[in-house]
């Protein structure tokens, strides 16, 4: 029987850790592997010649600029994991929200801000939550996220976000809820690990968590997680949630979640993945 190969989309100079232990672990289950660096694709034909071998390609990255190679990709007629749907629709916060009230999911209140700053303060006076919290509606590791005590200090933040990305991409103001921040990750929609993620300050989220231990997960978030993941199209999924006295509230969906938060558990995620791959292969 053919072995199933598998295309990994990467970033960076080489092969980092995650792309090592990825490579080990398929090897040892018989499948082939290439590597696919983003950094360093020249054209669309590039690109094809590139994936032409491959059953699959799984982006372990959530850099938005990924998305227009993703959809490359799938314009060749290959199959992605996660698809460029996933990234540009399923994890846009704002969307994510909106999915969230249409199926009864508590999440912290959201609105989102005009893109006319003189507009976006008064959507926030009307709003009415100090501190807020305000985000791009795409971005990675908390980069395009930060809190405003008042409505100076969110006006500063919103065009320090226009600034940095360049462009006036959509931001939405969130209620504050002070809370470590509960990471459920999930490979083929099956809970494979948690990770409460705490710091001194105010975020928990991304690589600004300093402590990191395992929760237990109760009826209530199990149930919230099986809502989420009949609609968030995403196969390899990391699902944040924060808790406010006894109750959860959802905050995001990310695909490509990191498998590094408890190192004695990395090869073990690292297996599952590739066992989704081969299986995702072969339909």
């Known amino acids: 029987m053919k072995k199933p190969v ?28 290439i590597f ?10 590039d690109l094809r010649e590139q994936v032409k071998g491959c059953d699959i390609v799984y982006n372990s990255s959530g850099d938005d600029f990924l998305i227009e190679i993703e959809k490359t990709i799938e314009e060749f007629g290959k199959k ?12 846009d916060k704002w969307m994510f929200f909106l999915k969230c009230r249409e199926h009864n999911i508590p999440t912290p209140k959201t609105i989102l801000l005009s893109e006319d700053i003189a507009e976006a303060k008064k ?3 009307k709003f009415g939550f100090w501190p807020v919290v305000l985000k ?26 226009w600034k940095k990305g360049k462009e006036r991409t959509p931001i939405i103001a969130q209620e504050f809820i002070h809370s470590p921040s509960y990471r459920v ?15 001194k300050g105010w975020k928990a989220t991304g690589v600004y968590a300093k402590r990191i231990k395992r929760f237990p ?16 199209d995403i196969n390899v999924c990391g699902i944040d949630f924060l808790k406010k006295g006894e109750d959860w509230f959802a905050l995001e969906a990310n695909s490509a979640p990191a498998f590094d938060f408890f190192e004695c558990e990395r090869e073990k995620l690292a297996g599952m993945l590739v066992d989704l791959l081969k299986e995702k292969a072969r339909k």
């Open 6 to 33: 598998i295309g990994y989309l990467y970033n960076g100079r080489g092969l980092g850790r995650d792309e090592e232990l990825f490579k080990r672990v398929a090897k040892k289950k018989n499948v082939e592997t």
């Open 36 to 45: 696919i660096n983003t950094d360093k694709w020249a054209d669309s034909d």
């Open 80 to 91: 992605m994991i996660d698809c460029s749907k996933a990234y540009y629709y399923t994890e």
């Open 123 to 125: 959507d926030l006076e």
């Open 136 to 161: 791009r509606i795409d971005g990675t590791m908390g980069e395009f996220v930060d809190r405003a005590e008042t409505l100076l200090g969110a006006e500063r933040v919103i065009r320090k976000f």
């Open 185 to 199: 990750t999930l490979i083929g929609k099956k809970i494979v690990q948690t990770a409460m993620k705490n710091n």
């Open 217 to 232: 997960v109760d009826k209530e978030l199990k149930m919230l997680t099986d809502k989420i993941m009949k609609f968030v």
